[in-house]
Structures are given as C-alpha cells and as structure tokens.
C-alpha cells in the first residue's frame, strides 16, 4: 500500500509538471537576445534576421533530470512590414517529454515620421504550432495492480495557438503575450486531464547609455491560468563595446508570488520559488554565444546542483548600425 500511494503521488507530482510547461518553457534565454522564443510579435523585429539554439540541462548527478533544447529562427520579409519565424523544441522531464514546432507570421506597424518610424514599432504576431506529448510507464512498478497505470508508452498530439504584440520606441520595449491559448485537451493521463494550459506574460524594459557602456533594467511577469501561479522576473544586464563586438553580463532574480507548505523536524513552514540566474555572453561580429547558471534558493531543494543553459546564435542580413542606440527594433 505504502508503494502504491507513494507512485501516485508521483504520478500526480509528475501531471501537474507535465502540463505546467506544456510547450516552451520561459526560463531565462530570453536574455540572450532571444526574446522571439516567447514573444510571437519580436518575429522578424529588426532589419535581417537571427538563428538561437538552446540547449538547458538539470542536475548532472540525477538520472532523467529535464533538459531542454530549443531552435528557432525569424526575419523581417525583404523591405515589407511582415515578419517570420519558426521554432523547434524538445524537452524531457523524468518519464514525460515532449517535441513540438511552431509557426510564426508578424506584422509590423511603422509609427511616427521619416526615419525615426524605423525606431518606433508597434507589433502583432500569431504562432501556430503542433506539439507531440508523450507519457512513458513502461518502468512504473506496483505491487498492487493500479486501474490507472497500463505501462504502456502513450503519446498524443495537438494543435495550439500563441499570439502577442509588442511596443518597441528607441531604446524602450514592452511585450505581452498570451501562450497555448487554444487550452487543447487530450487524453494522455488516465487520471486526470486538464484543458487549460493558457500562459499569459508581459515583459518591459529599457537600455540606457550612447557610449562604450549601457545598462538594461527589465521584468517579466508570468502566470499560468489553470494553476493561478505567478512569477516574477526582476533583471539587470551591463554592456561593453569591444573592437571585435559586444560584450555583456548580467543577473535575474525569479520569485513567485506563491508558497508551498513543508514540515522540517516536527516544524511548519512555507516556500516560495526563488532563484538566482547569472548570464554572461559575447557578440562575436555576426556570432553570439551565452551562459547562464540557475541556482534554486530554499530550505527545500531537490538537489544542490542548478541549471545550466548554452545559448549559440548567428545573425544575418545585418547591415552597419544606423543609429546611436542598441534599439530592439532597429537590430
């Protein structure tokens, strides 16, 4: 009986993750200047084009810890106000992963007069994609015979929408988008299904500084519909100017706005999320390349170790810089 309970409450433990990041999860590579991975409307924000690929692993000493690895792409059509963009992914938690790919068509609204409309962008962008889902019980063990565990390899498929727009003025940009906003259901976990998988995320910020140095504060604020969790990302980059490109570092602080309870030698307690993202990175002329490191704060932890994230990219179709400024919509 003690084993049965304790497989479903990991059965639980491991749905309720499962359908938590269903699709991309938002951790920090947004950062790296990748902000179009969860922002459908940045397709295509700027003059060219740019290639991101991720790959984020989890405790190296856990087997089957989650790990990510994500690719995408996007540019701006020729001289038109249309942008567009496509992402591959595949993440893996435990006895749950997942692969999918998204489509993405933005437009561009060019504000204000001459060569400052260039500047001073208003964006809409919708991302169609199809996600494969898959929920491996082959190695699930019960002495008891379980009515909800058939040990079988069950895998699903699903379409779902994410749409968003974007404000991008000098060297100012906000976002807010709306993911998995069809809320797609499906019959992967006999014991329970949930069809709201709805995401909602707003993000502002601001770079500061003409010459050889800038600093950008920003946030980003996230919470998942079905759960009712809230987070929120507070952030900091500096920037360096170097003969051979760019050079910037920097720190995010995530903390949800909602505890857990524990009980630690005979005591109560509550915790909430907390972690602390360092990222350093480069542009090398038309190459980037980043590093961020996740450490989990807490009493509670599962592990001592954090998450590791490598960010590679390649830019095209960039031409010299025609501005003063390192503004989101003129790169």
């Not at 491991?14 to 269903?22: K, M, R, W």
């Not at 084009?49 to 984020?56: A, E, F, L, N």
């Not at 050889?212 to 507070?234: A, G, N, R």
């Not at 490191?293 to 990219?313: K, L």
Request: glycine fraction near 10%; charged fraction near 20%; charge should be negative.
């Amino acid at each position: 009986m003690k084993n049965r309970i304790l497989l479903l409450l990991s059965f639980f433990a491991l749905s309720f993750n499962s359908y938590a990041q269903e699709g991309v999860p938002v951790y920090f590579d947004y950062l790296s200047d990748n902000y179009y991975l969860v922002f459908p409307s940045m397709a295509g924000i700027g003059e060219g084009g740019k290639v991101r690929g991720t790959i984020r692993k989890q405790w190296f000493n856990v087997d089957e810890a989650p790990s990510l690895q994500t690719l995408n792409a996007h540019f701006r059509v020729a001289d038109s106000d249309s942008g567009i963009g496509a992402i591959f992914y595949n993440d893996a938690n435990g006895y749950h992963s997942q692969t999918g790919f998204k489509a993405t068509y933005a437009h561009h609204l060019r504000m204000g007069g001459g060569d400052i409309r260039s500047l001073n962008q208003l964006s809409f962008g919708l991302s169609a994609g199809y996600l494969q889902s898959n929920l491996d019980e082959s190695e699930f063990r019960s002495v008891i015979p379980d009515p909800i565990i058939n040990g079988t390899n069950n895998s699903v498929g699903y379409f779902n929408l994410d749409f968003g727009m974007s404000y991008n003025y000098r060297d100012f940009y906000a976002h807010a988008a709306v993911l998995n906003a069809l809320g797609s259901g499906r019959d992967l976990y006999t014991a329970i299904e949930i069809d709201n998988l709805k995401r909602y995320l707003i993000s502002a910020g601001h770079i500061f500084g003409r010459n050889e140095w800038q600093i950008e504060p920003s946030v980003l604020f996230q919470l998942t519909d079905f759960t009712k969790e809230k987070t929120l990302d507070i952030n900091g980059k500096v920037y360096r100017d170097v003969d051979f490109g760019r050079l910037w570092a920097g720190i995010s602080y995530r903390r949800s706005f909602d505890g857990a309870q524990f009980q630690s030698n005979g005591t109560f307690g509550e915790q909430r999320l907390q972690l602390i993202t360092p990222i350093i990175g480069a542009n090398i002329k038309n190459f980037l390349v980043s590093y961020n490191y996740s450490y989990q704060m807490g009493d509670i932890r599962f592990d001592n170790g954090g998450f590791h994230q490598i960010t590679v990219g390649y830019d095209f179709g960039q031409s010299e810089r025609k501005y003063d400024c390192y503004c989101p919509a003129a790169q």
